[in-house]
């Protein structure tokens, strides 16, 4: 509870005032002054404290004054509040305060209602509980947008050449491919493939490319081959006789053995087919016919013919057709390994060659050797050996590279099947996609891709924050807003305002969360606003929308879950209020003041001010008031007795009027304060017994239990009829019959309980 207002300095009209320091406040503190006095400089420092928002303090900086403001309050238990260098020393946040401020922010600013009084309306029904769940979903909105502009930033950073086509967040998913170099050479194959679909259909495969070996076993078998059966002294004889013979001998003899037969037709021995003698003598015809026998041929056709297949096999245009069988497989190598994987086609063919030709020579070497003397047994040399083997490491190596080649030409085919049906566009775009991954996962890229997905991986998780703190919320406000709605009507009935709210709501917004509802007249909706026709600015008067922002205001009061700890500060309520209004309203600050810490009233209307004095306790209030001092004003006692007008006086003069002259205007009236007359009899009358506070009905009971003893305070026959005009009276009080308001009014019956009431407070 605020007890003292110790100090106001260059503050407002306050030039340096600690008048009230030793005034003590009290649960209720009434504070009169006329308009321009300093009342709402005083709301202003009591909002400032409730808020922290210094502005409000410095921006009433006393004109003129050469030093900062400077306020002292002080609180129960000896706490202190101080507003000094532009700061408070200790925040107060349990100060409530309606003032024409809170109308502006809640309500309207003038006659159209702005984003922000919906804004600050829904913090306001929401309640402390409440917007600190709107403030944690607010926060996580907040931090949501923060995401997004640094994804915005990262998103930047990746160029969009890197990306192609892709957008940002494709870009940076795009999974690693270890073997990326592979895939990206294969992709570029078939899209050059695609291409090339008619180039393909006419290139060949790969042929088989082949080296003729050389039969070594053969060979030697038939260069071992002699005539076991022919005399080797004759074979020798024939041989030296074939010397002798000349160049040719030999054939000319071998031919001359063949026209034996011939020669000899007719005769009954062999002749010689030159000379026509007899042969049976001749020495050599015996070592001939050994020699030249059939055997002899055979071995020497086969030695020729060897020959002659080594010469075709490894001879002739052989070489040359092998090296353009290797030039031609080198161009088709050229050709297909931009389509696919293609052995390298490295071959030496001038060394093949080489060795080729020596390892045929040095064969073609030991035939010759062979064909002159055809019986000697002979064998090919470890030389020659060697030649071949070198020959056939070179045709070891031809065939391992044919094989490989021929491999390929399973693949060559598939290359042909989808180059005859290749979609060129998705093949690039395949090469493209292929690109855009090696280039992901390629610095700077890879590390500004990680900065984004760390971002949104944040940004989803703030999100999932958000959605939580949404639908917490959401399911608070279900509760809270109907029985905000219907709270606000039920102080908008008390007010006797002429309409009522509809469809209080929340409403969320880009902006934030916010409020919408609807204002019913004569069960009309009318809108907020409108361009044109009823609304909100045109439907209600400056009162309707004070007292639309009073109901706001104590309607917020009753969610409040700590409201007896409240000091609720008041300023001006009566301003734009119509006068019947006022009874309610001092009705409701009555009902709210035994809810809460402290009400502090602040006021021009010294006639409301009063009305909320006299139903008060005398030991809960206080009343200062703001008076001229110089050129400033100064804080003082009020005393309030002198200022009021009798409500008594003024009561008893309506009923008495109404006895001399019905008039339905003020029968109301006349019905509601026939219970206070009697109230202030008593008062009067007995107030040993019936002190403040007290109700006539502890009263009566009192009075009951004591008539016929000595200390008797009614006889039985007063007490009878106070009982009866109380009841009578009771029917046109809130606290006793919930339908006061609407309670039926009879004339006749009113005056004759009137004339009883008058009668009853007239005895003495």
Known sequence: MLERIQLLRNIGQFDSVNAAAQIPLSTLTVIYGENGRGKTTLSSVFRSLSTGDASLVQERHRLGAAHPPHVVLGFAGGATAQFQNGAWSTPMPRIAIFDDAFVAANVCSGVEIGTGHRQNLHELILGAQGVALNTTLQGHVSRVEEHNRTLTQRANAIPAAARGSLNVDDFCALAADPDIEGSIATAERNLAAARSADVIRQQAAFLPLTLPGFDVDAMNALLGRTLPDLEAEAAARVRAHLRNLGRGGETWVSDGMGRIAGASQGNDHEVCPFCAQDLAGSPLIQH??????????????????????????????????????VRVAAQGRTFWNAFTDVPEVEVDTAAVLRAWTAARDSVLTVLRAKAAAPLEFMAISPETIALIEVYDAHRADISALSISLQGSNAPIAVVKEQAANADVAARTADLMRLQAVRARHSEPLSGLCTDYLTEKAAKTATEALRTQARAALDNYRQNIFPAYEAAINTYLQRFNAGFRLAAVSPVNTRGGSSCSYNVVINNVSVALTADAGPAFRNTLSAGDRNTLALAFFFASLDQDPQLEQKILVIDDPMTSLDEHRSLTTVQEMRRMQARVSQVIVLSHSKPFLCQLWEGADTAARQAMLIRRDGVGSTLAVWDVNNDCITEHDRRHGLVAAYLQAADPAIERGVAAALRHILEAFMRVAYPATFPPGMLLGPFLGICQQRVGLQNEILSQADVDELRATLAYANRFHHDTNAAYETEAINDQELAHFSERVLAFARRG
């Open 288 to 325: 001939y016919q050994a020699y030249f026998s059939e055997a002899y041929d055979g071995l020497k056709s086969a030695i020729t013919q060897t020959g002659q297949g080594i010469n075709t096999t490894h001879g002739g245009e052989v070489p040359a057709a092998f090296e353009r069988a």
